[in-house]
Structure formats: C-alpha cells, structure tokens
C-alpha cells in the first residue's frame, strides 16, 4: 500500500514539474515569436555581435546593444543585476533569448519599442476552505457553558461564544493566532472561560462594562479592569533564544528590555510599533541584551548596533540598516586641526577607535580625512576636538645675579740681599707697600748716628728692607637677564661659556742613522659655563610646574704657566610649581674661601706688638655666591 503511495506522488509530482516547465517553454516560444515578428522592420535583431562584459548592470548592457544596432529598448529600472558574460558571433535575438531564460525576464513590444521586465508568476487563485464547526453550545437559561476544543482557532472561539451568549467576549490582537484546547460541560459561562484561559496559559480580565477579554499573562491590564488607559502600547514578544518587551509612548518613543534576543527581530519589532520605515542591506545576525527607557528611535538603534559589525544611516524618511563597510552606509569625512600637526595627533588615536576605519594624513591642510563607519567616524572627531586644544607658549625670565666679595690684609717687613742693588720705590697711600733701597738705608743709619750716642754703622749695596702695611677689599657683581620661549612640556636650554686652552707637549724619539726628537704643541681647550635647562608644564588653572636643572663650573688658579686650568662645579635639580607671572627665587650657591699666611723670625714673630717687626702676614677672605631668578609667564 505504501509502495503505492509512493508512486503516486512521485507521479503528481513529475506531472507538476513538467506542467511547470511547459508553461515556461511556452512563455519563452511566445517572447521569440514575438521578436521574429518585428524582425523585417528591426534588421539590427540580427545582427552578430562580439560582446564581452564584466561586472556590468543588465540594464547598461540591454541598452548598449540597443544603441549600437538600432534598437529601440527600455529597460526595467530595478535590473540591475550584474553581468559577467562572453558572447562570440552570436545574433542580438539570442543574446535577448538568453537573458529572459536567464535571469527569467519578460519581453513585451509596443509597436517597435522592446521593453525588458522582470517576470512575476501569476498569483494563484486559492479556494478558501469552509471554516471548522466549532463544538460549543450555550444554554441560556442556565448560563451554562458546553465546549468540546481541539487546537481551534481562539478568534472563531470567542466569536462563537459571543454568537451564542450574546455576551462580548474579545482577544488582544496579538493572540489572534492562538490555538486553544479544552473540554469543559455544563459550567457557568464565566467560570468556563477562566478555565479555558487557565488550560491554555492565558489571562481573562473581566471588565466593568461586563466584556470578558482574553491576553497574554505578563501584559498590563490598568485599562481594562475600567480604569484609564494611556494612549501606549505594549507588546511582549519570546523566541528560542530570548524574549524581548517594546512599548511605545505614541511620540517615537520607545521602551525596550530585551534578554538574548535576535538584533533582527527586535528592530522590526519596535520599527512596525512607531511606524518607521526601514531597509537591510544585509542580515543581522547576532542576539542583543539591553534594557532603555522612553528613547527615541535612533538612539534606540545606537543601542542595539553599539559594538556589532552594524550600523545605520537616515536617508529621507527610511533608514538604512547594514554592515558598517556596505556602499551606502560608508561615511567619509575631513577633519581639519586647529592647534596641532596631522603627523602627531594619529598616533594619539586609541587603535580601538581606528578599528575598521581609513585615516589619511592632509598636511597641506592640517587635516585628516576618515573613510568608514559614521557613528565611528563622529566618534574620532570628538575624540580629536577634546585633544585638539591650544598648546601654551611660556615666555621665561631669568635673572642670574653672580656676587664675588674679597678681603685681604697684608702687614709685616720683609729685609733681605738681592742679586742687584734697589731703588726706593712703592706706594705710600691708601696702602703702605714700600721698599728701602741701601743707599735710604744708609741715610736714615747716618741720620741716626749723628745723634752721637748711637753708632748702628751701614749696609751693604744690596741690602733691602720692603714694608708693607695693606688692606683691599672689593665686591663684584655681575647681573645678567636672559629669554627663552618654549611651548608646553619642551625644554629650554640657556648656557653662559668660557674657553682657555692649555699646552700639550708630546716628544716622539725616532731612531734612524741619526736618533731625532719629534716635538708636538697642541693647545687643547677647556670650556667653564653656567648652563640652565628649564622643563615647563602648564596645569589646567595656568599654574607652572618647573623642571630646573643648573650647572656651574669656574676656573681656579693654574699650577704652571702652560697647564690646564683648575676647575671647580656647582649644580643643582629641583622641581617646583609657581603660579603664572609669579617670581621665584632659586640657587643661593655660595662658596666662601679663607685664606691665611705668614712668615717671620723665629720666637720674635710671636712676640705681641713686635712681631710686627720681625714677620710678613696675608689674610684673604673671598665669599662668592650665585643667586638665579625665574619668572614663567604663559602666553597662548
């Protein structure tokens, strides 16, 4: 029996198939007849064509061979399929024939025009099937209720019932499609419908108008139970994967709490529930888990496409939904700096921001252009406008104040033989620093033998005493004001040099017949400066946080005529933070040397008072102290 079957269908089936493709044959026989007819007045139909074409729209093909044979055609706006074809020799008629196979067109002639359509199968005529006797009986006079329900149509049930009861009884239209079951006898009408609600998962509210309403268990029932309703609708929706909630204030504003549920479905949900018209360049795949009050429909989108590989774009009244890369949701836009260089602020974008966007760099411009997502897209250019600010200038001031004070005192006689004899010579005031050639000697000796009771005799030719009696002191100040300029967070470098040279002398022995000596001068430099490295950086409020870093470095006295010269260095690092204009004072470097020689005769130059006679003193005191300046003032 069931081999019987079998044949059977498969019979059916091969019958509607080849009933199928008859009536095709036929509708493309009936296109060919159609061309051949026009053919005597239209010679260009043909004539044989070499044709190769990729990638181009049907509808610009159609047309160039209309136009290069003489060919009169219009063509279907929405053909725009694209072709990638070789015809070689063929005739215009064939080519015509193998597209409406093809593609499945229809060719129609209004005098010798041929348009081109896309053929549309005729609807068939379906025979409504005469609805199902539903098996429920009311008794009027008991208010009782019979029914007797197998997976019928819940609208047909309360349709039935009211029919019967004269009672209204209604369904939400979003159960329309609900199919009930339930056997119920002989129980009062409301008693029977609650139980056919509770059978079948529904909830029945009782109105005050005494209507009896069927809904969904979760929806909100404050307009039905007599009080006032808003104008709002809600709409529960569940699927496989999730459930999701929309609800709508009737100003394009929407509630949604979706819980793993299709992106798809959730936007033409809450599309068809504020009317907005929509068009999907692609699928959307993926679920969504979001929950927002009251928002209107882009932000809504926002929501539901941040993070995924959509996005959306409002072209007139329709929005267009997609991939982010689709030719139509693209976005390019230039983006022109105003404070800094294209070549540095690119490397400042976070790489999750330039995900799946082109950036070119515009120097002559000071712009970028960004190719790819919009909403991308206007998130990198705010990004750019909080960074892209104006870099301050600070305008430094310094003030180096260099303060050298000396004291020296020198006292005391000095008497010896030089190899020559003196002159009497020197300075008597301000200070005593004089010597007594032999000959004043020898005077002031006669002068004093003359008295007669003194005889102290003479000195030899070159005898010389030198005495000295002097006091120096002096202060030298050296007061010098230097400006810089640098922008914020780059340093700025001032330096005060000075340079000596020493000799160095290398002998080089080289033995031939004859040993010889290669002497070599070189006079090599040795560089002594004060040198200030400054760091700005500029806080919100304009205060100034200063990096300093000072070098110092002075030439002492030389051992030799011909060596390098003594160096002594002072430096210091310090952070500070002063306010804008505002004068700091910094260094205090000070070095203070003392200094203290004598000579004399032994015993005697220790003797108080008398030693004055008999030693030569110097005491020198040097005090040298470095003070520096600085005032940052920021200009923008």
Known sequence: MKSIIRIFLLTAFLFLAGSVRLSAQERFDSIEAKLNLIGSENPGLYEKVEVSVDGISMQEFIRGLGTANNLNVSVEPNLNTKIYQNFSNVRVLDVFMFLARKFDLDINLTGSIISFSQHHAPVPVLVKAAPKVLNINYDSGTNNLDMDLSTDSLKYVVKEITRQSQKNVLCSPDLSGKLVSGYIQGTPLPQALNMLAFSNNLKLVNTKDNVFLFVKPDVPTSGANGTNSSSASHNSFGSASGSYKVKSDGNKSVTVEAQAAP???????????????????????????????????????????????????????????????????????????????????????????????????????????????????????????????????????????????????????????DQQPRTTGGTVFPGLNLTLSSSTINDIISGINGMGFVNLGSVTPNFYVTLKAMETQGILKIHSTPRVATINGTEAKMSISNTE??????????????????????YKPVNAELAITINPRVSGDEQVTLEITVKQSTFTTRISPTAPPGNTSRDFKSIIRVKNGEMIMIGGLEEETTNESGSGVPLLSRIPIIKWFFSSRTKAKTKDKLTIFIKPTVVY
């Open 501 to 522: 040279y020493y000799l160095e002398q290398t002998n080089q022995q080289v033995v031939t017949t004859v040993a010889q000596t290669i002497v070599t001068n070189v």
């Open 263 to 417: 992106i798809y479905d959730v936007i033409n949900a809450v599309s068809n529930e504020v009317k907005v018209q929509y068009f999907l360049f692609s699928e959307l795949k993926g679920l969504t888990t979001f929950n927002i009050e009251n928002a209107p429909y882009e932000s809504f989108l926002n929501h539901v496409l941040n993070g995924t590989d959509y996005t959306f774009r409002k072209q007139g009244d329709v929005y267009l939904i997609g991939d982010r890369n689709i030719e139509g949701l693209r976005a390019t836009k230039v983006i022109q700096l105003q404070s800094h260089e294209v070549q540095k602020i690119v490397d400042f974008i976070p790489a999750d921001l330039k995900k799946g966007v082109d950036i070119k760099m515009f120097p002559d411009l000071s712009s970028l252009i960004l190719c790819g997502s919009e909403p991308r897209i206007d998130e990198i250019e705010s990004f750019i406008r909080q960074i892209d600010k104006p870099v301050p200038n600070i305008s430094i001031e310094v003030m180096i104040v260099d303060v050298n004070q000396s004291h020296t005192v020198a006292t005391g006689i000095e008497a010896g033989l």
